[in-house]
């Protein structure tokens, strides 16, 4: 089953992410060799069942932001590079840039990582020295694909020029870096922290359609909602006949994903589950629906119904 290989590369892929943070804190690097492997691993997965990793990625702890983001932004590049049918070795390379592109945090005090609130003009700009730190700890290590510096430079710049640190815009930034930014913040406003709740899907690709054209290239932006789908696994939905339940996989149509019913909207009840294919039986959806409906929290509904415990 695709879900439990998925579980078992993002365990080893975090493990040793985890191994990497540990040392760059202690100011070494890892050897590369074994997250090409990962990413190989990653590209394998994605081309069986690009669901399996976005369900990984929409169930987390709180506690476990730094290290999974970097693997769930990794998977959302691959994704992306799957969709621009990219060479093969060029995407391994983006997706390692992808996933030592925050390395340098390991180097940011934890009590502004964490911050609950605003951060301070003083915090903010010790924060943006992740960037450059990220630079200087892959510098160390052996093998590192040149992507995998600009991406750690530069994944904070933005379309219209506002970003940090160099101030790039448009075509000045590399597509690889493009990409990595659109992946990462799109995983951070959809991500549980230890201080916020994150959005779900759907609110996370308005946030990204909304930056088109300014934070984001406008056509890489709607590309990136196009690639992750309308209706991203995890979505709540109402269809027409007044059904209402989750999205739990995609389709070749990304209007008609596959849907687990929970609630008849009409009478107002929850119903027995059943899964619908939406391309096959032609039902449309018409509105978005909210976990709370089916008696969940979020969190409750994906472990329950989209990613069950294997």
Known sequence: ??????????????????????????????????????AKQMQVSIQRNRDALSL????????EYTLFHSFSVSSHVLNMCHYYEIP?????????????????????PQAILNKPGRLTEAEFNEMKRHAELSVAMLSLARNIPLEGYDIALHHHERYDG???????????????????SVCDVFDAVTSERCYKSGMEAVLGLRVIYEGG?????????????????????????????????????????MMRPIVHILYDEKNKQQIAPFTLDLSQNGEAIVSYSDARRFGLSYDQLLRKFVLPES
Do not use: W
């Open 88 to 108: 093969e070795q060029q995407s391994l390379d983006i997706a390692v840039g992808a996933l030592f592109h925050d390395i340098g945090k390991a180097l940011v």
């Open 213 to 253: 054209g300014a934070q984001f290239n406008k056509g890489l932006a709607n590309d990136f909602i196009r690639c992750t789908g309308m209706y991203p696994v995890g979505t709540c939905i109402v269809l027409a006949d007044g059904k209402s339940g989750v999205v739990i996989g995609s389709t070749e149509d």
């Open 162 to 180: 506002k970003g940090y640190p160099h101030g790039l815009e448009k075509d000045q930034i590399s597509f690889a870096a493009q990409i990595t």
């Open 1 to 38: 089953m695709e879900l439990q290989s998925s579980r078992k590369i993002a365990a080893d892929a975090i493990k040793v992410m985890g191994e990497a943070y540990q040392q760059a804190q202690q100011g070494a690097m890892p050897e590369v060799g074994p997250f090409y492997d990962f």
């Open 56 to 63: 990984l990625n929409r169930i987390r702890q709180k506690d």
